[in-house]
């Protein structure tokens, strides 16, 4: 299994997944697919999947299929293909819970600055990917990293993630990049909610997934460590975040393209 960086010799490794775990059965189905074509590429994989969905609009939303339940898919996929795994944590007490099966704790953009969700989930030992917020500054995610490694933790890694322009829409500052590698961390593109159009009338978040292959080989040409996407095989009946996914069938043709332009 890889490790910690997750990358090396200059290659990007790859963080994806669908959204959500809709079922039992289909994370299983994107992770084999996944699998086959990062390794046929030589491309480290991780694969993403959030157990639970805390930040909806509306609440009729899709959340997910029951947090154990949620939690058991990913440890299948763990246990079947021999991956890490990387989900999403909201609150103090899902860092231990979530940690049993997770090899990577995300925290979610908009729960950046929360103090006691970092400092749980650094002392739980995994890694640590902090995802910047929409409202912050490169620079300013210093402080996010502080707060793992002063809790005993030097695993962490921060993920780009766009920031708000104007009610909604938002844009990539690639001068993040680099900034925040600075700090000595990993730093990941996320590729699809970057391409998000949040706080829509109908509460429901758009998207402009036909820009996904032209921000993801924008951030390899940059130098980003890491690649997250989130991919479905079927993004307009997803359950949660389809109308910016990558469509699974488009996906290896433009990781082809992305080991091209990293050489």
């Given at each position: 299994m890889i490790t910690y960086p997750y990358h090396k010799d200059g290659r990007f490794f790859l963080m994806a997944g669908p959204c959500v775990v809709e079922d039992e059965n289909s994370p299983l189905h994107i992770a084999e697919i996944l699998v086959k074509m990062t390794s046929r590429l030589g491309i480290p994989f991780i694969f993403k999947a959030s157990y639970r969905k805390a930040n909806r609009s509306r609440l009729d939303s899709f959340t997910g299929i029951g947090d154990e339940k949620a939690l058991n898919v990913l440890a299948k996929v763990k246990e079947t293909f021999g991956v890490p795994v990387v989900t999403d944590i909201h609150s103090v007490d899902e860092a231990a819970m979530a940690a049993e099966v997770a090899d990577i704790l995300q925290i979610p953009a908009f729960l950046c600055r929360q103090t006691d969700l970092l400092v749980a989930a650094a002392k739980t030992g995994k890694v640590v990917n902090i995802k910047k917020g929409q409202f912050l500054s490169g620079e300013s995610m210093?402080?996010?990293?502080?707060?793992?490694?002063?809790?005993?933790?030097?695993?962490?890694?921060?993920?780009?993630?766009?920031?708000?322009?104007?009610?909604?829409?938002?844009?990539?500052?690639?001068?993040?990049?680099?900034?925040?590698?600075?700090?000595?961390?990993?730093?990941?593109?996320?590729?699809?909610?970057?391409?998000?159009?949040?706080?829509?009338?109908?509460?429901?978040?758009?998207?402009?997934?036909?820009?996904?292959?032209?921000?993801?080989?924008?951030?390899?040409?940059?130098?980003?460590?890491?690649?997250?996407?989130?991919?479905?095989?079927?993004?307009?009946?997803?359950?949660?975040?389809?109308?910016?996914?990558?469509?699974?069938?488009?996906?290896?043709?433009?990781?082809?393209?992305?080991?091209?332009i990293r050489g």
């Open positions: 210093g402080f996010a990293v502080d707060k793992v490694r002063l809790s005993g933790n030097n695993q962490v890694m921060l993920t780009e993630r766009g920031s708000m322009f104007g009610y909604q829409d938002l844009v990539v500052d690639f001068r993040n990049i680099p900034i925040m590698q600075g700090f000595g961390v990993p730093v990941v593109l996320d590729v699809t909610h970057s391409l998000q159009q949040p706080n829509q009338a109908s509460g429901v978040t758009g998207g402009k997934p036909e820009m996904i292959g032209m921000m993801a080989k924008a951030g390899v040409a940059i130098g980003v460590d890491g690649i997250f996407m989130e991919t479905h095989p079927d993004p307009a009946h997803a359950l949660s975040d389809g109308a910016n996914m990558l469509p699974l069938d488009k996906a290896e043709s433009l990781l082809e393209e992305l080991i091209r």
